[in-house]
């Protein structure tokens, strides 16, 4: 199973909705990380737990908050977005042996904020 | 600062076309990831590679690490292979991260 599934596909959500995004894989991955990407843009990191410990992008507001239940499971929560929050959000997962390190990205939820 | 650059931004070629995608990269980057995305999907990883030629199907890419290039190239290209490619630079070992490139959108033509 070389796959990270992500639920759901799409939201669409207002500005004073709460809901999470979920992430999930079952390769043994210890690192797992939240990307934003905006149209024509490359992704940017957003979060990143590597053995259950989080790394932040300073840059990325309170609204989004991370959760890490288990080491297969990877949840983002969302609360009074904005529409410019508007975006795929990816879901990676990154294999810890055998260097280089190569990371499996999920489908993505692609979030409408309105 | 890790930096990744890739040429060109945009490609257009015809159905069977050779098509190369280039990718250049700071020191501090160890390896190379080939990412694709069709419009409005999420993203798939072609290769990883941190030394010499890898090949799958009719994708090949290279790296030079002496020179810090990579290149991804596509043989007899059809209108499926239509999406954005982006080279990601790899660094910072146990603070792994990746390094993303603008990337290339590619259109095949029939």
């Known amino acids: 199973d070389t796959e990270v599934t992500q639920t759901p596909k799409h939201l669409v959500m207002g500005m004073t909705n709460k809901k999470s995004l979920k992430c999930e894989q079952h390769?043994?991955?210890?690192?797992m990380y939240w990307y934003k990407q905006k149209a024509k843009k490359p992704p940017e990191l957003m979060f990143v737990?590597?053995?259950?410990?989080?790394?932040i992008n300073e840059s990325v507001p309170s609204r989004f908050s991370p959760e890490c239940p288990n080491s297969s499971l990877l949840n983002l929560h969302l609360h009074a977005l904005q529409p410019e929050d508007s975006a795929l959000y990816l879901c990676?997962?990154?294999?810890?042996?055998?260097?280089?390190?190569?990371?499996?990205f999920g489908p993505g939820t692609r979030l409408t904020v309105t | 600062k890790n930096e990744v650059e890739q040429s060109p931004q945009n490609l257009t070629a015809q159905e069977g076309e050779f098509i190369t995608i280039n990718c250049s990269y700071s020191?501090?980057?160890?390896?190379l990831h080939w990412l694709q995305q069709h419009p409005g999907g999420g993203i798939v990883s072609l290769f990883m590679?941190?030394?010499g030629k890898k090949k799958h199907g009719r994708l090949i890419a290279t790296i030079n690490i002496q020179e810090k290039h990579s290149s991804l190239h596509i043989t007899a290209s059809h209108p499926r292979d239509s999406a954005v490619y982006i080279c990601?630079?790899?660094?910072?070992?146990?603070?792994?991260?990746?390094?993303f490139g603008k990337g290339t959108l590619l259109t095949v033509n029939p």
């Open positions: 590679l941190s030394s």
């Open positions: 990601a630079g790899c660094s910072g070992g146990s603070n792994y991260k990746l390094t």
């Open positions: 020191v501090g980057i160890s390896a």
């Open positions: 737990y590597s053995y259950e410990k989080l790394s």
């Open positions: 990676a997962s990154r294999r810890n042996v055998g260097l280089p390190y190569e990371q499996y």
């Open positions: 390769m043994g991955h210890r690192a």
